[in-house]
């Protein structure tokens, strides 16, 4: 069981937009601005998407928006994209005793 | 541009050893936090352990702490996994990663990775 808790499937229709939330405690998500969110498809390695809850990197589309409430972080894809279609992970540092937490993926599915 | 690859994986058998390690280029490697998370077959993501820079700060999970060890040589601009006493749970791909500069804090946000290597512990 993943220490941060997702949905395991979500789905949208291109150009739609979807959110996919990502449960932890005080102990982690609540306590820290050190969320992030990782893309990942079939056979390749993770992407970070999102960092510190709300930063997109250089070069990741602005469709994709983060943000926190409590011990609940949120990934927001708007204008849905075929290439969107991956698995996602949302990550929190979680102290000097545990460090890092995954939550268990989620799988977008763009009709 | 920054690239880290991964080596060292393969078939070992329950109760055996192997020793992973990424070769990094791109960026001053010295000067960041590394680390090695890891993906079991059809699973999600964990988090294993991290390295500072400069070596001074190392930490495990503990699934791994006491079996796994994690290290580097910043002359090489490598890191490494000795992974013992493995067990069938070990079975992953395991990615190296970078995270934060060394000047700051750990902060679990990991901006390159690698293509992974898979291990299998399987008698």
């Known amino acids: 069981q993943s220490a941060l808790t997702q949905p395991a499937s979500v789905s949208g229709s291109p150009g739609q937009s979807i959110t996919i939330s990502c449960t932890g405690t005080s102990s982690d998500v609540g306590s820290y601005n050190r969320v992030s969110w990782y893309q990942q498809h079939p056979g390749k390695a993770p992407k970070v998407m999102i960092y510190?809850?709300?930063k997109r990197p250089s070069g990741v589309s602005n469709r994709f928006s983060g943000s926190k409430s409590g011990n609940t972080a949120s990934l927001t894809i708007s204008g849905l994209q075929a290439e969107d279609e991956a698995d996602y992970y949302c990550?929190?540092?979680?102290?000097?005793?545990?460090?890092?937490?995954f939550g268990g993926g989620t799988k977008l599915t763009v009709l | 541009q920054v690239q880290l690859v991964e080596s060292g994986g393969g078939l070992v058998k329950p109760g055996g050893s192997l020793r992973l390690s990424c070769a990094a280029s791109?960026?001053?490697?010295?000067?960041?936090?590394m680390n090695w998370i890891r993906q079991a077959p059809g699973k999600g993501l964990e988090w294993v352990s991290y390295?500072?820079?400069?070596?001074?700060?190392?930490h495990y999970a503990d699934s791994v702490k006491g079996r796994f060890t994690i290290s580097r040589d910043n002359a090489k601009n490598s890191l490494y996994l000795q992974m013992n006493s493995l067990s069938a749970e070990d079975t992953a791909v395991y990615y190296c990663?970078?995270?934060?500069?060394?000047?700051?804090?750990?902060?679990?946000?990991?901006?390159?990775w690698g293509q992974g290597t898979l291990v299998t512990v399987s008698s």
């Open positions: 510190e809850v709300s």
């Open positions: 990663a970078r995270a934060g500069h060394d000047s700051g804090g750990y902060e679990a946000h990991f901006d390159y």
């Open positions: 390295i500072r820079g400069s070596s001074s700060n190392i």
């Open positions: 791109g960026f001053t490697f010295s000067d960041y936090y």
């Open positions: 990550c929190s540092y979680a102290g000097s005793s545990t460090f890092v937490v």
